[in-house]
């Protein structure tokens, strides 16, 4: 989710190294090739699963009810897309979460849908911008990301036409130098709750929301210590500190508390509230609450891992930050 930190500076410091870099982005990153998707009703299955609940694609790509709390879905947008994001988020530019239905997607190859996945790169050869994080989805196992794809292509169409990005000038040329080749990994056996833990939080984007960013990217000293700050309709929210830290973090935390945090939100139990002028958040509660409980509890087992940071954090205040 994920994903909506300051991108401006990070950015045009990697745009900087990248003209000297070797591996500068080229023509030849993520070349085409033969991509046959799943069938079977197991890896549809499998990728309903991840795409709803892990990877959260709806979340970006729906339309959200910031009426309520935590933003549920507007019903008959699901994977509709048009969700802006801009200078709320901090973003230097204006950027459209697109439409990944078939509506949209029906002339797409197989293969084209995974390299924009996995390595950034649009049907028209384009850069993607980082937003969207292909980056992690190029992290993960290929199986999992062509079961998603094959989820995708199983949605109902959702006639909505949706704007152009507009990257600011600077980052024009940035983003070409950006996307890369996918770099597949074999999924963790989820007995070894660690390792597996870190590859879920890989594919939920975990970090890109609740670790602040500075001219490198990632702000490391402070990976997962949250302060991320987004403009609300009616205050400002910064992302909760996750790291273990017994005071300002989840150090305190049981397993099961953790656990019992997103169940909470589970749709089936959970009717999300009117705000009014009060506190919302664009954590998406409701869909991270269908992850099974042995997913939740391995992230929670891969974050006692992480460095502990103490970071007090003011959630929401009615005084706008940005």
Not at 74 to 103: M, Q, R, S
Not at 263 to 269: E, M
Not at 287 to 293: I, K, L, T, V
Request: net charge positive; proline share 7%.
């Amino acid at each position: 989710m994920h994903r909506f930190p300051r991108f401006f500076s990070a950015i045009l410091a990697f745009a900087i190294s990248c003209c000297v870099h070797p591996k500068a982005y080229s023509p030849q990153t993520g070349r085409i090739r033969t991509v046959t998707l799943p069938t079977s009703a197991a890896r549809i299955e499998r990728g309903r699963y991840l795409a709803n609940h892990v990877a959260a694609c709806m979340d970006c790509h729906s339309k959200r009810d910031y009426a309520r709390l935590a933003g549920p879905v507007v019903p008959g947008t699901f994977g509709g897309g048009g969700t802006e994001f801009g200078k709320d988020y901090g973003l230097p530019g204006t950027y459209y979460a697109k439409n990944i239905t078939p509506f949209a997607l029906k002339n797409w190859s197989d293969a084209e849908l995974l390299l924009a996945m996995t390595a950034g790169v649009s049907k028209n050869g384009k850069p993607l911008f980082p937003l969207m994080p292909y980056a992690n989805y190029g992290k993960m196992d290929e199986n999992d990301a062509l079961s998603i794809l094959a989820y995708l292509r199983t949605l109902k169409p959702v006639e909505n036409a949706v704007p152009d990005s507009k990257p600011t000038a600077p980052l024009r040329m940035a983003m070409k130098m950006m996307p890369h080749k996918a770099r597949f990994r074999a999924m963790p056996d989820p007995k070894n709750s660690v390792d597996y833990g870190r590859y879920l939080v890989t594919m939920a984007g975990c970090a890109d929301c609740h670790t602040k960013r500075g001219m490198g990217g990632l702000a490391k000293k402070a990976a997962f210590a949250g302060g991320t700050e987004i403009r609300m309709a009616n205050g400002t929210l910064r992302t909760a500190n996750i790291t273990p830290d017994q005071e300002t973090g989840i150090g305190s935390w049981t397993k099961t508390a953790f656990i019992s945090r997103f169940k909470t939100y589970d749709p089936a139990t959970f009717k999300s509230p009117e705000v009014g002028d009060g506190f919302n958040t664009v954590m998406p509660w409701s869909m991270y609450a269908g992850m099974s409980e042995q997913d939740l509890g391995a992230i929670y087992a891969y974050l006692k891992t992480v460095k502990p940071v103490r970071n007090k954090v003011e959630v929401f205040s009615r005084t706008h930050g940005l």
